[in-house]
């Protein structure tokens, strides 16, 4: 009798390793690459983060870290929109950064902080919030280790909202300082919102590119079909998250098989969430009131909205800024990654299958809007904008990152971005003023001249030459009185010390030909300009 139950008990084992190989292989083939339990649970995760109510995830849904989902809205009357509030109040003391509409996180933005804390506020969309979520407290760490903030504790948080563009964060950030908030330091990770999504749901339905996303739907009169549309969207949704919750629990989510399962049952759910929504896309349109669509436009050709897109996105940047500087607040302002900006990351097989189309809906407006942003941004040192381009942050990367075909990446994508922003942060905000540059009104054609130019570090950094400080022509401007285009660096051994100065020998020839040029110089340093320009116009004449 005992051998009869071992031998029953040695086949269901081996029928069940044995499932469980052909359900690896199965989720190999479907995928595209190698799964994992935790590449699994990872994919998991973001379905419920993206999905939901604002309630607390359970535990181990994105491994051991609190998460909440960002997509139910209501709207705001100064924000567009903010989280709706998760429970009821019950007598119970709901944190003032929630009764506002942001996350938790943001609580320990009000109040005034203890002189060795260092507060630091996220703004952005749903990348920026899911960057603190997983990686906050890896960049309050790299932070802490670094010189500058020896001896302080560094708390992140998000004021960020999934969803948002410009001039939402700029919004939000006037909106906490006003009711309390007292960053020492504003972080804003954006770019994608602001050029992948005017395009898609709000220009179609000839709704002002600046209103905020899905404002068209959010406000206008809405009728019975387009009412069961956004009703069956929001009943797949929560049921993809309730799904992804299930097959989390310990009993299924160390299984292969329950991973294949669920894999079936997510892509089903997926695939009639994008009929859905194609069918509200499709709806005609519902109202022509202000309150719809706001101001009257008119974008003529497409580039041309582009460039006012990229316009709103820097003048936004510019204003946040300068808010931040008239509070003592830092500012730092980063272009987010993302894969549809060409040659920015080799793609893996896995991603390649679940986070790159040819033919999503966002890719033309990442091509034809991140160049425009890119170009806008080169005004940086002369708006006195902190301003870094990490487009391009992955390139060298050859793991997974990307979660979906959208914009979202992993926690090994967050640790890089929390890595490089650390790295800009400690060091402080790079100044310059210009001393003196003595530059001739006049000069012949061909002539050549000296110029020595003298520079004020007034901001934060030592300048070295190791550190790639350098003197060069403004970014998109052609340097007619210096050909070769060529930068002049840092002294080799010259330490230029905050409130030290320093000069560079411009050596400099005229064109061939008559007329007014401009030269425009500033100071960089690893390419990125900051401080005001020098700016210059000389007459070059030819004979007497």
């Known amino acids: 009798m005992r051998g009869r139950a071992t031998r029953l008990l040695a086949l269901v084992l081996v029928s069940l390793s044995t499932l469980e190989i052909v359900s690896f292989g199965a989720l190999c083939v479907l995928t595209g690459g190698l799964v994992s339990y935790g590449r699994l649970q990872a994919r998991r995760g973001h379905e419920v983060l993206d999905t939901g109510d604002t309630e607390t995830l359970p535990e181990g849904v ?24 998760g429970r009821k109040r019950k007598g119970g003391r709901v944190p003032w950064a929630v009764e506002l509409g942001f996350d938790r996180s943001a609580q320990v933005l009000f109040g005034k902080s203890p002189r060795q804390q260092v507060v630091v506020a996220v703004f952005g969309g749903s990348v920026a919030d899911i960057f603190v979520r997983l990686s906050g407290a890896d960049l309050a760490a790299a932070l802490e280790a670094s010189d500058r903030f020896a001896g302080k504790k560094v708390t992140v948080a998000s004021a960020a909202l999934g969803g948002f563009k410009q001039p939402q964060q700029l919004m939000a950030l006037n909106f ?27 220009v179609p339905k000839h709704v002002w590119p600046f209103f905020p996303r899905d404002w068209y739907y959010r406000v206008a009169m809405l009728g019975p079909k387009l009412r069961l549309s956004l009703g069956e969207i929001a009943y797949l949704r929560k049921s993809r998250a309730q799904l992804a919750e299930l097959f989390s629990k310990p009993w299924s989510r160390w299984s292969f098989t329950a991973g294949l399962v ?36 008119n974008p003529g050709a497409l580039e041309d909205l582009y460039r006012g897109l990229a316009r709103m996105w820097w003048e936004s940047s510019v204003q946040m800024q300068r808010l931040s500087s008239a509070n003592g607040i830092e500012y730092y302002h980063f272009l987010q990654p993302n894969q549809y900006v060409e040659g920015s990351k080799p793609l893996t097989t896995e991603e390649r299958r679940v986070a790159y189309r040819e033919d999503h ?42 979660l979906d075909d959208c914009c979202h990446f992993n926690e090994d994508g967050t640790a890089i971005l929390a890595e490089a922003i650390a790295e800009i942060v400690a060091r402080g905000r790079d100044a310059a003023e210009v001393g003196s540059a003595p530059f ?48 002049l660096p840092i002294a080799s051994g010259t330490e230029v010390a905050p409130g030290e100065r320093t000069t560079f020998r411009l050596e400099l020839t005229a064109p061939a030909a008559p007329g007014p040029y401009e030269t425009r110089w500033s100071m960089m340093r690893e390419g990125t300009p900051f401080g005001a320009p020098i700016s210059k116009q000389i007459e070059v004449r030819c004979g007497s």
């Open 361 to 402: 809906e966002y890719r033309p407006g990442v091509e034809a809007g991140y160049p425009e942003l890119r170009r806008i941004a080169r005004r940086a040192g002369e708006d006195g904008v902190s301003f870094h381009d990490f487009s391009y942050l992955f390139k060298e990367v050859t793991g997974t990152l990307y």
């Open 176 to 202: 906490l300082l006003v009711n309390g908030a007292r960053p020492a330091i504003v972080i804003n990770i954006d770019g994608f919102n602001e050029v992948a999504f005017p395009p898609v749901d709000l």
């Open 62 to 85: 994105l491994g051991d870290r609190p998460v909440f989902r960002a997509d139910d809205h209501v709207l705001h009357p100064f924000l567009g929109s903010v989280r709706r509030l």
């Open 262 to 297: 669920w894999h079936l049952l997510d892509r089903r759910l997926g695939f009639q969430t994008t009929r859905a929504e194609a069918t509200v896309l499709s709806e005609t349109q519902l109202g022509d009131s202000y309150q719809t669509l706001g101001p009257a436009w």
């Open 440 to 487: 001739p009104r006049t000069t012949e054609c061909g002539q050549s001249f000296a110029v020595d130019i003298r520079m004020r570090n007034t901001g934060e950094s030592t300048w070295r030459r190791t550190d790639l400080y350098e003197l060069g022509p403004v970014l998109g401007t052609k340097e007619v009185f210096r050909s070769d285009g060529h930068r």
